[in-house]
C-alpha cells in the first residue's frame, strides 16, 4: 500500500509513564503509527497493552499526574498536539477528533437530556446557536440510525438501551465532523447482535463521512472485519503492525501468532485442545530495556533479554508503510 | 468429554430439567403492591447428560446466568422440577438440600467479586470443608494442597490474598473451591468472560482436564459462541427466558434451524479477513423486549426476519425437529409439512417484517 495522501495523524515515538508510590510504570513505549485519510486502523491488544493510554495520550485525556507524556510528537493537520495549551487542546477536542468510549452508560452524563449533550460541541466548537445546533442534533440522531430523532433529543440517557446510548455517544464524537474517531472498544460492553448492528453502521457512516478512524479492541474476529491496518499492541509496545490481510495471513510476531491460535474459531476445524500463552502479561514497572514478551515466548534467547527489538519491516516498506515486526527471532531465519 | 455428535444415547442424564420458571416479583406504588413480574426464565427444559458439557448462550438478559442459579437453588424457583441425580432439588427442605449441596458447585463470572478479600487462599478453597465435613485440620490442609495443585496453583501461595493473584489465577482459586467436595455438577456462569484473551484459553482448558479426570458434568454458561463450540457438546440457545433451540454442537454450528440462532451466529465476527469480507451478517432490527412485558406469541416476533402471522399469537413449543435437535418455531411445522426444504429458503418473503413498531 503506498501512501498516496497526507497522514491525517502522525504520532512519532510516544511515551506516557504514570507516576506510583511504587515507582513508574512505563505504559507506553515509543509508540509510532499515522492515519490516512479515511483509513482504519485497528489496534488489538490485552488489557495492559497501552493500547487506550496511548489514544488518552494524544488529545491529553489522561489526568496529570499520575500520568506523563515523556515525549513524541502528535501531529494532526501539521500542528504538534503535545505542544498545544491545554485550551488549544480542548478546541481539537470534540472538533478534529472524536472519541467514543468503552461503556455508553458512564460516558453520558445522566441529568441532562441527550439533545443536550450532542448540541454542547456544535455551539462550543462551531459557534452555532441554540436552534441551529437543534437541527443539526436531530440530524445526527437520525444519522446514526435513532428512529423518531426531533422527539427523542428530549430523552435522558437512561431510556435508551446499551446500543441506543453508543449511537448517542457516536453522533456526539461525529457533531462536529472530525478528521479522526478514536473508538475505544465501542463493543466490548454490547451483545454480539447489537455489535454486529453498531459496526455496521460504523462502516456506512465511514463512506459516508470519510473521516479516519482508530478502533481499539481485544476481539481479533471484530478486527478482522472492519480494519484496513492492524497495529498489535503488547506490553506497551507495538509488536507488529501491518495491513489486515496480510497480519492474519502471514503474521511474525511471536505474540500475534500465539494469539490468534488462542481463539477459537466459529466455523474452521475445531482444535481438541485450545493452544495457550503461558505466563501473565508483563508489569510494566522499570525503563523497558528488555523484549517485554521475553517471559512468554517460546523463541525467547539471550539477546531478547538483553535488547528490546526495534520494528522492522519485512517486506521493503519503510516502517510503519507495510508490514513491521519488534522482534529478534523471525518465522524464516530461525535462530537462538 | 463426549464426541460431540453423538448425544450419548447409552449415557443417562445428571440433571434433568423441566418447565422451570424464575419470576421476580416487581412491586411499586407507596403500599409497594405486586404489579408485575420479570419473567427471567419462562418454562425452561432440557437434560444434562452424566460427563457431559451443555452449552448455555444467549445475549444479557435472555436469562442464562438466572437458570445456573435457579439449578443450584440459589434462587427459589417459581415453577418447575430441577432433578439432579434423582432428587427434585426444586422441592428439597432446607435440610436434605444441604446435604445435596457438596454435588452441585458453582464457578462465577467475576473472580474479584466471588472471593472474600479478607481471607486466604487455603481458608477460601477449605471453607466448603469446614462446612460440610468434619476433618481434622491437617486433612484439610492435605485437601487444599491437593486442590490447588490440581488447578495449577503453587502451594507456596496458600496463605496469600485474592488481591495478590492475577484474575487468571483467581478464577483458578475459584475452580479449586468448587471443586473441594468432589462434586459431580458443576455451574460455570461466564467462567472466562473477564479473562484476557491470552488468559480464557488456560482456564478452558484446565476445566477441560478437569472433566476428563474427575468425570465432571458442567453447565457452561456463556456469550462467547465461539468458545462454547470449542468445550460444549451440545448447545442451547436462549432468548428473553426461554430457549429457542437445543443441538448437538456441530449441527447447531454448522446450520442452526431457529432464526434467532441463525442470526446470533451470523453476528459473532470471525478471525479471518477473507471470510469476514464475504460473509452474510443477518441484522436484526431493535432491542429485546422487556421481560417483565414479552410479545405475544413466539417471543422473537418482535425482531424475527421471517415472522409469520401466526407466530403473532401463538407460542411455538419446544419441539424435536430432527434426532437431538430442539427447536422451538413455526417455521419448522411448516418445512415439515411441506416435505424438507432448507429452513429460510421459501420464508424470505417475510424478510421486511422484522422490523419493531
Known amino acids: ?336 | 468429554m463426549a464426541d460431540g455428535g453423538s448425544p450419548g444415547a447409552l449415557r443417562k442424564p445428571l440433571v434433568s430439567v423441566r418447565g422451570l420458571k424464575m419470576h421476580f416479583p416487581i412491586y411499586a406504588g407507596i403500599l409497594r403492591r405486586k404489579v408485575g413480574a420479570v419473567k427471567a426464565v419462562d418454562g425452561v427444559s432440557f437434560d444434562i447428560l452424566e460427563g457431559e458439557t451443555l452449552g448455555l448462550v444467549g445475549e444479557s438478559g435472555c436469562g442464562k446466568s438466572t437458570v445456573g442459579r435457579a439449578l443450584l437453588r440459589l434462587y427459589e424457583p417459581t415453577a418447575g422440577q430441577v432433578v439432579i441425580g434423582g432428587e427434585d432439588i426444586a422441592s428439597l427442605p432446607p435440610d436434605a438440600l444441604r446435604r445435596k449441596r457438596p454435588m452441585m458447585q458453582m464457578v462465577f463470572q467475576d473472580p474479584q467479586a466471588s472471593l472474600n478479600p479478607r481471607m486466604t487462599v487455603a481458608a477460601i478453597i477449605g471453607e466448603p470443608l469446614d462446612e460440610h465435613t468434619d476433618w481434622d485440620e491437617d486433612k484439610k490442609t492435605a485437601r487444599v494442597y491437593e486442590l490447588m495443585d490440581q488447578v495449577g496453583l503453587n502451594r507456596r501461595f496458600a496463605n496469600r490474598y485474592p488481591h495478590e493473584f492475577s484474575g487468571g489465577q483467581r478464577q483458578r482459586i475459584g475452580i479449586a473451591r468448587a471443586l473441594a467436595l468432589n462434586p459431580r455438577f458443576i455451574v460455570c456462569d461466564e467462567p472466562i468472560a473477564a479473562l484476557d484473551v491470552s488468559i480464557q484459553a488456560q482456564v478452558v482448558n484446565l476445566l477441560e482436564d478437569l472433566q476428563d479426570r474427575l468425570g465432571l458434568t458442567y453447565l457452561f454458561i456463556s456469550h462467547d459462541l465461539s468458545m462454547v463450540r470449542h468445550i460444549a457438546d451440545r448447545v442451547a440457545v436462549m432468548y428473553l427466558g426461554q430457549i429457542a433451540e437445543l443441538s448437538p454442537r456441530e449441527a447447531l454450528y454448522a446450520r442452526p434451524l431457529h432464526p434467532y440462532a441463525r442470526a446470533l451466529l451470523s453476528a459473532v465476527p470471525e478471525a479471518d479477513p477473507t471470510l469476514e469480507a464475504t460473509r452474510q451478517r443477518i441484522i436484526l432490527k431493535g432491542d429485546v423486549p422487556s421481560p417483565a412485558n414479552p410479545p405475544k406469541g413466539c417471543n422473537f416476533c418482535t425482531r424475527c426476519p421471517q415472522v409469520m402471522a401466526v407466530c403473532r399469537d401463538v407460542e411455538p413449543e419446544l419441539a424435536e425437529v430432527e434426532p437431538g435437535r430442539f427447536v422451538a418455531c413455526h417455521l419448522m411445522a411448516m418445512d415439515t409439512a411441506g416435505g424438507h426444504a432448507s429452513p429460510g429458503a421459501e420464508v424470505r418473503e417475510h424478510n421486511q417484517q422484522g422490523e419493531v413498531k
Open chain 1, 1 to 336: 500500500m503506498p501512501d498516496g495522501a497526507e497522514p491525517v495523524l502522525d504520532v512519532r515515538g510516544l511515551k506516557t509513564v504514570f507516576k506510583t508510590r511504587g515507582g513508574e510504570i512505563h505504559a507506553v513505549n515509543s509508540v509510532s503509527f499515522h492515519l490516512r485519510p479515511g483509513e482504519m486502523l485497528g489496534v488489538v491488544g490485552e488489557s495492559g497493552s497501552g493500547k487506550s493510554v496511548t489514544m488518552m495520550s494524544l488529545i491529553g485525556l489522561l489526568p496529570s499526574p499520575p500520568a506523563e507524556v515523556r515525549g513524541g510528537e502528535v501531529l494532526l493537520g501539521g500542528r504538534d498536539l503535545l505542544k498545544l495549551a491545554p485550551r488549544e487542546l480542548q478546541a481539537v477536542r470534540g472538533a478534529k477528533v472524536g472519541f467514543v468510549f468503552q461503556d455508553p452508560m458512564t460516558s453520558l452524563n445522566p441529568v441532562f437530556s441527550v439533545g443536550n449533550q450532542i448540541m454542547e460541541p456544535l455551539i462550543k466548537h462551531m459557534g452555532m446557536t441554540k436552534r441551529q445546533a437543534e437541527d443539526r442534533a436531530a440530524e445526527l440522531l437520525a444519522l446514526v440510525g435513532i428512529p423518531d430523532a426531533r422527539k427523542r433529543l428530549k430523552s435522558y440517557p437512561h431510556q435508551f438501551s446499551g446500543g441506543m446510548r453508543q449511537r448517542v455517544m457516536i453522533a456526539i464524537a461525529l457533531a462536529c465532523d472530525p478528521d479522526v474517531l478514536i473508538a475505544d472498544e465501542p463493543t466490548t460492553a454490547l451483545d454480539v447482535t447489537i455489535q454486529a448492528q453498531i459496526i455496521e453502521l460504523v462502516k456506512e457512516l465511514r463512506q459516508k463521512l470519510g473521516m479516519a478512524i482508530v478502533w481499539i479492541t481485544h476481539d481479533l474476529g471484530v478486527i478482522a472485519g472492519i480494519a484496513d491496518r492492524v497495529m498489535v499492541m503488547y506490553g506497551g509496545q507495538v509488536v507488529e503492525q501491518a495491513p489486515v490481510r496480510e497480519l492474519f495471513a502471514n503474521p511474525q510476531h511471536p505474540y500475534t501468532r500465539a494469539l490468534l491460535k488462542t481463539v477459537p474459531s466459529l466455523t474452521g476445524e475445531r482444535a481438541a485442545r485450545l493452544e495457550v500463552i503461558q505466563g501473565q502479561p508483563p508489569i510494566l514497572s522499570g525503563a523497558p530495556v528488555a523484549c517485554p514478551f521475553r517471559a512468554r515466548c517460546a523463541h525467547a534467547h539471550d539477546r531478547c533479554e538483553a535488547e528490546n527489538p526495534q520494528r522492522r519491516a519485512i517486506d521493503g516498506l519503510p516502517v510503519g508503510q507495510g508490514h513491521d515486526v519488534a522482534c529478534h527471532w523471525s518465522p524464516e531465519v530461525r535462530h537462538g
